[in-house]
């Protein structure tokens, strides 16, 4: 087993477990907290993967910001005790048969395509640019400039629905007393 | 000649106008909403009437064709085509469209209190809606005008409709969309039909009108029972609309409930877009099998205006009679479509316009009435003339024309429609005709009911007659009731040259008799 | 010549707009003299036409260049064009003439009313109306003139629309009228696809190119108009209701000129009821039915108006009768003398009317002013209605030597010698009943005592109601010693001829003066019974009813035609259309658009029981989708 | 000797299905959309993997893009969820089911 390998094994059973982790136990903090280890792990994964860039914004931005927010609206709402039982019929051996079957097939289809052994680095691309990350960016912004321009877009509009959904709502005569 | 975009105009303007009145207009300033949608609708007039002038009228083809590519879609094999045109099928509806949207407004001024902005906005998209409906020559583009018809009608009745709106907005949406379902499921498998003979999904017109020239529906590439499938798809779809006997129930609902303004756009135009569809779709798209369909559409028509008129004769409240005169009245339209001959398609396509001023007129008029006594029911009136007599002057004139006295318009479209239909088949003539001595029964029944005898209700002695603003609305329709009746020429002439090419792609009678 | 025809046919039209236009302006009683002077120009202009046509008619009519094209699509071509020959000549002398002289009259009896500037609104519309039809140079012109005097009939009858039987009566007379033009249209349709022109010239050049049977459907079609709008059997029923108008209307329109259209359309299309076979026969048949069976029903009316009307439908039987055994001239001869003295007898009982109204409003007598009952000696307390009224009762009754002796006479004489001696018999007992039934009325109205205080105080008309009178009085006694002499080839016989010498039959063999005698005879025997029994009480006029009570009844209720209508059509078709509107429009066609809409909800009900509203449960669903679709990718579906 | 792709593929199938088991299973509103994420990040990871394998940096360029969303997505998702928690007084999905037909 190369170290390339025993890297990778040892981090997916670590996202695997913190996954898993995540999902089942009953209190929202713990599953915050696991969910930073499981996209920890993926950031390294893509590191292994020749995605620097990638991998700092899933921490800065993932394990970053989106989990702080995630802890805050937990802590807001204090702890919400789950109740065990389920009260959709069969709703959970049918998630579970799906969900195996949904796997065997992904797979069977992960198995079926052919894939052709990776021969080396990437490397055109990146040569040309003098860098991962540069070229990266020379991709984003002459191809791509016109989605990553929406991009911004859309973090506007979510900000301002975020603004408007959370405000409390107006008070209906404030100057009556 | 379509460097200038006068049907993109024609077409938009409204909708410009709309929007100015949506999002520009302070809150507070409804006077400005008014001006702004009258103004809009003056100017759509305008621009229809400029368009009548430079009318070429020897001209069979399409004119003030624009044609654009406007969607592409799997690398340029669907094409999605801007296409609009006029031709003499087409050309009257426009002015008849836009005359009665600045009708509709300027009566709306005194007569909807509620929500005014929205709704002259939607008046306004309702006409833009209209507009492309008539002019478009794209399938595709025909079908989306087609739909966005409904929406501003759905609101129209809805909103500022009388008690039972909810079910007779609902009624009158659902019902088209069952039709008009069937028919873009004919268009698509039309388009898809022709792949191989164009290499592309293609929606345009004239495309598919030479396909079918050229012996699309010989050539076997589709069994017969296909075609006659599609041609009922759009048959479907148009005589729900028109609405031709047995489906005309939405529309005494939808008439009744709807706003005045809403009855008259619904009445003078939106049924004539049943008819439009006919004669620009389904007749020159499917020859033989309209040819084959003829006499069922001729005696579902007859059956219509003999229907109609008697049960109109039976109602009690004004607009259900007037709905059902109507159901009558287009029963003649689709009666000279049928008759597939020059004098009875003629009839028809001037019957349209005049079905738009009469009809369009009476709901008006039936409007004004109900703004100063809040009632349709026509026990509650009676010796009305003695109180407003002008009102009554103008009634009666629309009533004749309704009931299709010569001199006034009904007459020249009955009369070249039965002409034609006579033509056709005596038997259709001899039924169709006795249509007309039913509409003189119910026509004169509520006209004396609601003008003649006593003062039955001491309401009625204090009635105000029209005002200014009334007589102005009225007075554009009853002048083209009095012009169309006295000089139908004016108005048949331009449409000949293409009415001789619809019935040589039909092969309906054409050739003169001797 | 052009100009002045047209200047004829617009100038009452432009007395309609006028009047419109000036309402506010002119005061009401300018109105009328306003119309008035629109007819009379126009009378004056016919005169004047009428001279310069006298010589330039002899052999072609005149037909006006196409004002413009009315449609043309295709070989359907109708221009706007009149015809002038001296039928159409005649009949516009007769219109414009007679027309302004109950202008005139109206002027006086409509004096009081309210309505006035409505009412000559509707005259001079009618008289545009009436001009149009007879001028008019192709069918649909006569169609559409023959529609719009039967509107301008519509909106005088219910005139005073206070009252809702006047309007019922405009109404039917609007509706009959209309099941009449029914076949008319289908008529001029077939005309149209038969000869491919509705233009007259082109039609009656092309007359005998049609199959005989085509020629009689078309004939037989048209005279169902003829029927409507000249009120004979089956379609004379509005009618005697029409005299609801103002009596000048029934005068105008409802003796004189709008009733006697379709005489003139037969006369007109007689190319092609010469060629028919069978039609003339039909139309003489049904003349003389309704001859004798309208004066039937006249001899026992009490209503002063009721005996005029049906007289009127009488008489047309009779010019029906001449049309339908080919003596065109002789119908028109008696259009023409008709015109006179039925329009001269309408007046004379309006001014009748008139007077018993204001004087049974002086006394306080509420009495109907229309009751022969309540009438009585008026001829010395009117008497120049009374004597022209005479005359024109002796005109009608077919004295000797009044105008009506002459063209009745004539129509008799043609039908016995054109060997329709059934006919003649029908007709001869019809002059019989008319010359009882017009004494019976003068008798019963302007002698004896005056059976109610108004009419012991009734006086006598003005004068602009007087006058018209006479001058009616002296066409009605004179016109048929002026046109009519020498029998059969006076000088309105030489006038027409022209129009009618291609259908022109002189019958020979027969000895004329021995039918004028028969005639004189059975005229003045109906008059003397009537003298015998309402001046000489030669028998109990109450006696004879109570004798022939059944006969009498049937007589007195118009042996019930109204009510056979109204039990076999009337009343069915208002069942009827109840029936289609609320069980089968409502339940059957609705029922069935809404049975739909009820399945669908039905269905709707069962399938909202998936709509859990736990958005995992939808979740779930959805996952089962992915599966299904990777799955079905899987399986090499794609 | 590198990782076979098929590797990555497969953590990120199993990885998506645990997402998908946690959005199916659990009733609080908080734990569903961090499931959510979780599935997002499993295609991320499966992009990155093909990104590398196919020698083509648009790949990884859709990762940007779903991680720019996905944050988006967050904020207002949140603020739905603080929305519904201040109106109904729970997070669990379970109660807000009022669309039930």
């Known amino acids: 087993m190369s170290g390339a390998e025993l890297f990778f094994y040892v981090l997916a059973v670590l996202a695997i477990t913190s996954a898993l982790a995540m999902i089942f136990t009953p209190r929202p903090v713990y599953a915050v907290l696991f969910m930073v280890v499981n996209f920890v792990a993926v950031a390294l994964l893509y590191l292994q993967l020749e995605a620097p860039f990638l991998a700092a914004v899933q921490v800065l931005v993932y394990a970053g910001a989106i989990m702080v927010l995630f802890l805050f609206v937990v802590m807001l709402m204090g702890p919400a005790p789950a109740p065990l039982w389920e009260h959709i019929p069969a709703q959970r051996p049918l998630a579970l048969l799906f969900a195996v079957g949904l796997l065997g097939a992904l797979a069977t289809a992960i198995r079926k395509g052919a894939f052709t052994p990776l021969t080396g680095t990437m490397s055109s691309a990146i040569a040309t640019a003098g860098g991962q990350s540069q070229a990266l960016a020379e991709h984003l912004y002459n191809r791509y400039l016109l989605p990553f321009e929406l991009t911004s877009l859309i973090l506007l509009v979510g900000i301002v629905g975020a603004v408007v959904l959370a405000r409390l709502p107006r008070q209906k005569n404030p100057t009556t007393d | 000649m379509n460097q200038f975009g006068l049907l993109s105009a024609i077409i938009f303007v409204p909708l410009l106008g709309?929007?100015?009145?949506?999002?520009?207009?302070?809150?507070?300033?409804?006077?400005?909403?008014?001006?702004?949608?009258?103004?809009?609708?003056?100017?759509?007039?305008?621009?229809?009437?400029?368009?009548?002038?430079?009318?070429?009228?020897?001209?069979?083809?399409?004119?003030?064709?624009?044609?654009?590519?406007?969607?592409?879609?799997?690398?340029?094999?669907?094409?999605?085509?801007?296409?609009?045109?006029?031709?003499?099928?087409?050309?009257?509806?426009?002015?008849?469209?836009?005359?009665?949207?600045?009708?509709?407004?300027?009566?709306?001024?005194?007569?909807?209190?509620?929500?005014?902005?929205?709704?002259?906005?939607?008046?306004?998209?309702?006409?833009?809606?209209?507009?492309?409906?008539?002019?478009?020559?794209?399938?595709?583009?025909?079908?989306?005008?087609?739909?966005?018809?409904?929406?501003?009608?759905?609101?129209?009745?809805?909103?500022?409709?009388?008690?039972?709106?909810?079910?007779?907005?609902?009624?009158?949406?659902?019902?088209?969309?069952?039709?008009?379902?069937?028919?873009?499921?004919?268009?698509?498998?039309?388009?898809?039909?022709?792949?191989?003979?164009?290499?592309?999904?293609?929606?345009?017109?004239?495309?598919?009108?030479?396909?079918?020239?050229?012996?699309?529906?010989?050539?076997?590439?589709?069994?017969?029972?296909?075609?006659?499938?599609?041609?009922?798809?759009?048959?479907?779809?148009?005589?729900?609309?028109?609405?031709?006997?047995?489906?005309?129930?939405?529309?005494?609902?939808?008439?009744?409930?709807?706003?005045?303004?809403?009855?008259?756009?619904?009445?003078?135009?939106?049924?004539?877009?049943?008819?439009?569809?006919?004669?620009?779709?389904?007749?020159?798209?499917?020859?033989?099998?309209?040819?084959?369909?003829?006499?069922?559409?001729?005696?579902?028509?007859?059956?219509?205006?003999?229907?109609?008129?008697?049960?109109?004769?039976?109602?009690?409240?004004?607009?259900s009679l007037i709905a059902y005169s109507s159901v009558s009245h287009m029963g003649f339209v689709v009666l000279g479509l049928a008759a597939m001959n020059p004098q009875g398609v003629s009839g028809s396509l001037l019957q349209m316009v005049n079905h738009g001023l009469s009809t369009g007129a009476l709901f008006l008029?039936?409007?004004?009435?109900?703004?100063?006594?809040?009632?349709?029911?026509?026990?509650?009136?009676?010796?009305?003339?003695?109180?407003?007599?002008?009102?009554?002057?103008?009634?009666?004139?629309?009533?004749?024309?309704?009931?299709?006295?010569?001199?006034?318009?009904?007459?020249?479209?009955?009369?070249?429609?039965?002409?034609?239909?006579?033509?056709?088949?005596?038997?259709?003539?001899?039924?169709?005709?006795?249509?007309?001595?039913?509409?003189?029964?119910?026509?004169?029944?509520?006209?004396?009911?609601?003008?003649?005898?006593?003062?039955?209700?001491?309401?009625?002695?204090?009635?105000?007659?029209?005002?200014?603003?009334?007589?102005?609305?009225?007075?554009?329709?009853?002048?083209?009731?009095?012009?169309?009746?006295?000089?139908?020429?004016?108005?048949?002439?331009?449409?000949?040259?293409?009415?001789?090419?619809?019935?040589?792609?039909?092969?309906?009678?054409?050739?003169?008799?001797? | 010549m052009a100009t002045l025809v047209w200047l004829i046919l617009l100038i009452p039209l432009a007395g309609v707009v006028a009047n419109l236009a000036l309402a506010k302006v002119l005061p009401k009683r300018t109105a009328g003299w306003l119309a008035t002077a629109a007819v009379g120009v126009s009378f004056a202009l016919a005169v004047v036409l009428f001279m310069q046509a006298r010589g330039a008619l002899k052999e072609h009519a005149f037909v006006t260049d196409p004002l413009y094209t009315w449609v043309l699509i295709d070989t359907l071509y109708v221009p706007i064009q009149l015809l002038v020959d001296q039928l159409s000549l005649l009949m516009v002398l007769v219109v414009t003439g007679v027309g302004f002289l109950i202008h005139v009259y109206s002027n006086g009896y409509m004096a009081h009313d309210e309505g006035i500037r409505r009412y000559f609104v509707y005259l001079n519309l009618f008289v545009f109306s009436m001009l149009l039809l007879v001028l008019g140079a192709n069918y649909v012109l006569l169609f559409t003139g023959w529609e719009l005097v039967g509107l301008c009939s519509y909106l005088l009858i219910s005139f005073w629309y206070t009252d809702p039987k006047n309007a019922a009566a405009g109404r039917k007379a609007f509706i009959v009228n209309r099941i009449g033009d029914f076949g008319f249209a289908l008529g001029v349709f077939l005309i149209w696809t038969t000869f491919g022109s509705l233009v007259y010239t082109d039609v009656f050049e092309a007359a005998g190119t049609a199959t005989p049977a085509t020629l009689t459907l078309i004939t037989l079609l048209l005279f169902v108009g003829a029927t409507g709008k000249s009120a004979q059997l089956p379609l004379y029923v509005w009618l005697p209701d029409a005299m609801a108008g103002p009596t000048p209307v029934s005068a105008l329109i409802h003796a004189a000129t709008m009733v006697t259209a379709g005489v003139y359309m037969i006369a007109r299309s007689h190319a092609l009821y010469a060629a028919a076979p069978t039609t003339p026969l039909v139309v003489a048949t049904i003349g003389a039915l309704t001859a004798i069976f309208a004066a039937s029903i006249a001899i026992t009316q009490l209503d002063i108006k009721k005996v005029l009307a049906y007289s009127t439908v009488s008489q047309l039987g009779y010019m029906f009768l001449a049309v339908g055994v080919g003596a065109y001239v002789s119908a028109i001869f008696h259009l023409f003398t008709h015109a006179f003295f039925k329009a001269l007898l309408f007046l004379g009982s309006g001014s009748v009317i008139h007077s018993m109204e204001h004087a049974a409003h002086e006394t306080g007598e509420h009495i109907d002013p229309q009751d022969m009952r309540h009438m009585g000696g008026l001829l010395k307390r009117m008497p120049q209605t009374g004597w022209t009224f005479l005359i024109g009762a002796a005109a009608l009754a077919g004295l000797p030597l009044t105008s009506g002796f002459f063209s009745k006479d004539e129509i008799l004489a043609q039908t016995f010698f054109g060997g329709h001696t059934l006919l003649y018999i029908v007709g001869a007992v019809t002059a019989f009943l008319t010359a009882f039934y017009s004494f019976r009325q003068f008798f019963m109205v302007f002698t004896g005592e005056p059976r109610s205080k108004a009419a012991e105080h009734a006086h006598e008309s003005p004068a602009v109601m007087t006058v018209p009178l006479m001058v009616l009085a002296v066409f009605a006694l004179g016109a048929g010693l002026v046109f009519g002499l020498p029998l059969e080839n006076g000088a309105i016989h030489h006038w027409l001829e022209p129009v009618f010498h291609d259908v022109l039959e002189h019958h020979e063999g027969g000895n004329p003066m021995f039918l004028l005698v028969i005639s004189s005879v059975i005229a003045l025997a109906g008059a003397g019974l009537a003298y015998a029994i309402y001046v000489l009480r030669a028998a109990d006029p109450e006696a004879l009813v109570a004798r022939f009570a059944p006969l009498y009844r049937l007589s007195y209720n118009k042996f019930y035609v109204d009510e056979l209508y109204g039990a076999l059509f009337v009343r069915p078709f208002f069942a009827l259309a109840a029936f289609l509107a609320f069980v089968v429009d409502k339940l059957v066609i609705d029922g069935a658009v809404n049975g739909v809409a009820t399945i669908l909800r039905l269905g709707s009900i069962v399938l909202r029981r998936l709509q859990m509203g736990y958005a995992r449960a939808y979740a779930l669903t959805m996952a089962l989708g992915v599966l299904i679709l990777v799955a079905y990718f899987l399986s090499g579906g794609f | 000797m590198p990782v076979p792709v098929e590797q990555y593929l497969l953590l990120g199938a199993v990885l998506f299905v645990i997402g998908m088991l946690g959005v199916l299973l659990r009733r609080n509103a908080i734990v569903i959309f961090m499931s959510i994420e979780l599935m997002l990040n499993a295609v991320n990871l499966t992009f990155v993997a093909l990104a590398r394998h196919l020698d083509s940096l648009d790949g990884q360029v859709f990762v940007f893009f779903v991680m720019t969303v996905a944050a988006a997505e967050v904020a207002i998702g949140l603020a739905l969820i603080v929305a519904i928690f201040r109106s109904l007084g729970t997070s669990d999905v379970d109660d807000a089911h009022m669309l039930r037909g």
């Open chain 2, 18 to 319: 709309a929007l100015g009145i949506a999002l520009f207009v302070p809150r507070n300033r409804m006077n400005w909403v008014r001006g702004l949608a009258l103004g809009t609708a003056l100017v759509d007039l305008a621009l229809t009437i400029w368009l009548v002038a430079r009318f070429d009228p020897t001209s069979a083809d399409f004119q003030f064709v624009e044609r654009l590519p406007w969607i592409s879609l799997f690398g340029g094999n669907a094409t999605f085509l801007y296409y609009v045109g006029v031709d003499g099928i087409s050309l009257w509806l426009l002015p008849l469209t836009a005359l009665l949207t600045a009708v509709a407004i300027l009566f709306s001024w005194g007569s909807i209190q509620t929500r005014e902005r929205e709704y002259y906005t939607l008046l306004l998209v309702l006409t833009t809606g209209m507009m492309g409906v008539f002019t478009a020559l794209d399938m595709f583009l025909f079908y989306i005008f087609w739909e966005v018809v409904l929406i501003p009608m759905y609101f129209l009745i809805g909103v500022w409709g009388s008690k039972n709106r909810i079910y007779a907005t609902v009624k009158f949406v659902l019902y088209t969309m069952a039709g008009s379902a069937l028919m873009l499921a004919a268009i698509i498998t039309f388009a898809w039909i022709l792949v191989p003979f164009t290499q592309q999904l293609t929606f345009d017109l004239t495309v598919w009108k030479q396909a079918v020239q050229s012996g699309l529906w010989e050539a076997g590439v589709v069994s017969d029972r296909m075609e006659t499938l599609m041609f009922l798809a759009f048959v479907l779809a148009f005589a729900i609309k028109v609405p031709l006997f047995p489906f005309h129930t939405w529309l005494p609902n939808a008439h009744v409930e709807a706003p005045t303004a809403g009855s008259v756009i619904l009445a003078g135009v939106l049924l004539k877009m049943g008819t439009y569809g006919f004669v620009r779709f389904a007749m020159p798209l499917f020859p033989q099998a309209s040819q084959q369909f003829a006499p069922i559409l001729a005696g579902l028509a007859i059956v219509g205006i003999l229907y109609g008129a008697a049960v109109a004769f039976a109602q009690r409240d004004i607009k």
């Open chain 2, 365 to 514: 008029l039936i409007g004004m009435m109900y703004d100063r006594r809040h009632t349709r029911e026509m026990s509650e009136y009676g010796g009305l003339w003695k109180v407003v007599p002008v009102y009554a002057i103008f009634f009666l004139i629309v009533a004749l024309s309704s009931l299709g006295l010569p001199g006034l318009n009904g007459f020249a479209g009955e009369f070249m429609i039965l002409i034609g239909a006579f033509r056709a088949n005596h038997w259709w003539a001899g039924l169709a005709t006795f249509g007309v001595v039913l509409g003189a029964v119910y026509m004169l029944w509520l006209y004396g009911n609601v003008f003649f005898g006593p003062i039955t209700k001491p309401e009625n002695e204090t009635l105000a007659d029209l005002n200014r603003r009334e007589i102005l609305a009225l007075v554009p329709l009853v002048a083209l009731i009095i012009l169309i009746g006295v000089a139908p020429h004016m108005f048949t002439e331009p449409m000949q040259p293409s009415v001789a090419r619809l019935l040589q792609e039909i092969g309906g009678t054409m050739l003169t008799m001797r």
